[in-house]
């Protein structure tokens, strides 16, 4: 047993939780626990008090307009306390509306929902949904800069732009962050946004354990270096089926 711990915050779990996102929550304590490290996942709902200093991990699901509006209403009242935890990088995971809300604000037909401008990014309301299964490229992972694929499932309606952040990864097959310029996703300090649902973490291992490497090296500076391998042969075998189902 290693004398590391984490602890994950999951926010709003009872209204972000489309398309099995809370798998991911799953995929991070289990290889937390399969290399000896102790975790801890505290769930909060929409009038719970938030102390994001005792945070490692902060997880945002998807959900649907409705749901999204209850929690930036929720949101924008510890407005200021997510931003300080993003700039003293603080580590975000933020799937599909969850990662709608870290920007300036999602544009809908009838109304704009503001968001927490975490972000220097904004959606807009398109005109059809853009479905299906993503793969994308990365070379965010690995200080190497070697690329990896990611793969994953997209619904959403809303078109977001990143402006100058950088991606997440290149689109190989699918639509991304608006289906036009060929981004999904971004990355900012130790913040991961996304689109890509399934959930993604199970099918993705270097992506979960890039997570878990920086709340390590944020939480532990003097005394984490890299996290212990695992067998990971079964998630890429999976990955792998979908990136030549639909790459070749």
């Known amino acids: 047993m290693s004398n590391l711990k984490l602890t994950i915050g999951h926010l709003y779990p009872d209204l972000l939780n489309l398309y099995g996102d809370r798998g991911n929550i799953i995929t991070l304590k289990k290889r937390c626990e399969w290399r000896g490290i102790d975790i801890e996942v505290k769930e909060f709902h929409l009038n ?11 997880f945002l699901g998807g959900g649907s307009d409705r749901e999204q509006l209850l929690v930036c209403n929720r949101l924008k009242e510890i407005k200021s306390e997510i931003n300080s935890y993003v700039n ?7 799937i599909c509306g969850g990662y709608q809300l870290l920007g300036h604000y999602y544009k809908l037909k009838d109304e704009t929902i503001e968001g927490l401008s975490v972000l220097d990014i904004y959606t807009e309301m398109g005109d059809t949904r853009l479905i299906g299964n993503v793969v994308i490229e990365s070379n965010c992972l690995y200080p190497s800069n070697d690329t990896v694929k990611i793969v994953g499932f997209e619904n ?24 036009t310029d060929g981004y999904e996703g971004v990355i900012y300090k130790n913040v991961i946004g996304t689109y ?32 212990q391998p695992l067998d990971d042969s079964m ?3 999976a990955r792998d089926y979908i ?6």
């Not at 990136?243 to 070749?248: A, D, E, H, I, K």
């Open 48 to 58: 719970d008090n938030i102390d994001f200093n005792s945070l490692h991990i902060v």
């Open 156 to 179: 959403h309606g809303g078109r977001t732009f990143i402006n100058g952040h950088q991606p997440l990864g290149i689109v190989k097959y699918g639509y991304g962050n608006n289906g």
């Open 196 to 227: 890509l649902h399934g959930p993604l973490f199970p099918k993705n291992p270097a992506l979960a354990d890039f997570i878990l490497s920086k709340a390590l090296q944020r939480a532990y500076p003097n005394t984490f270096r890299t996290l």
């Open 88 to 94: 003293d990088n603080g580590v975000v995971i933020a």
């Open 243 to 248: 990136v030549n189902r639909f790459l070749t």
């Open 235 to 237: 998630e890429i075998k």
